[in-house]
């Protein structure tokens, strides 16, 4: 379709249909589809899929059985819906339209194993909004906020099940609260830092449902070795070669 564009994941061969002027898939859904793990014949549903990618790379990552997409703008599940019939993932992967805060009315509850989540990352009117209205539902709380994920994914997983999400550094102590509150306990992070030597700016976490405290820190991620060259672990969870310094 017109001002969309196809772009090429670098694994199984997959695609997905990205807007050229809209919003687009970033580092931190890569990120997250290589932290998350979903154990063989797992049901997976990602809160807030966007264009698709999450689903689309657990597929290719997993041996899950079943990958859900949630995504209440219309324009954006429909085009997601066209990527899974562009990689003839109809069978396995599936997304539907709809609200966050329904999410436990549209699935039956305790019913996946595991749960997903690249939310907005800052609250109400935080940062300069996006003027174009998709992009700044996917950056900012306007239609959900983290308190609406982490409910969602407290109903819907099973017992034990597991929550991974990425989100902003400087919001971790709220994140860790709210899921501790709705009975999903902290197990696992890892901070992304841009360089060595930098604060981090995002971070990587699983939560597990009904699990008891205690929480492992693993070691930092760092993206960039300079400017313009990542890392040698970033080029690998890319699938790319390692490029020479």
């Not at 209440?72 to 899974?84: F, H, L, P, T, W």
């Not at 935080?126 to 306007?142: D, F, L, Q, T």
């Amino acid at each position: 379709m017109e001002n969309e564009r196809i772009d090429d994941l670098g694994i199984k061969g997959y695609q997905i249909i990205q807007k050229k002027d809209g919003f687009c898939f970033g580092m931190d859904a890569v990120l997250l589809s290589d932290f998350a793990s979903v154990k063989p014949g797992g049901r997976v549903l990602d809160l807030g899929t966007g264009t698709g990618i999450i689903p689309i790379l657990m597929e290719a990552k997993t041996q899950g059985s079943s990958f859900t997409g949630l995504e209440i703008q219309s324009d954006m599940a429909e085009m997601a819906q066209r990527s899974v019939k562009l990689n003839h993932l109809e069978e396995k992967v599936e997304i539907v339209e709809g609200d966050i805060k329904d999410a436990s009315a549209i699935f039956s509850h305790d019913s996946f194993d595991v749960i997903t989540s690249n939310p907005p990352y800052m609250i109400g009117n935080h940062g300069i909004k996006n003027p174009k209205e998709e992009k700044a539902v996917a950056r900012h709380e306007i239609l959900c906020i983290f308190a609406d994920i982490s409910q969602a994914a407290r109903k819907l997983l099973k017992n034990r099940g597991v929550l991974y999400l990425v989100h902003r550094s400087f919001r971790l102590t709220e994140i860790l609260n709210q899921l501790s509150k709705d009975g999903l306990e902290p197990k696992r992070i890892r901070f992304v830092h841009p360089y060595q030597g930098k604060e981090s700016n995002i971070f990587l976490l699983e939560a597990v449902k009904g699990a008891k405290p205690r929480m492992i820190v693993e070691p930092p991620l760092i993206v960039y070795k300079n400017q313009n060259q990542y890392t040698d672990e970033i080029y690998k969870i890319y699938g790319m070669d390692v490029k020479e310094s």
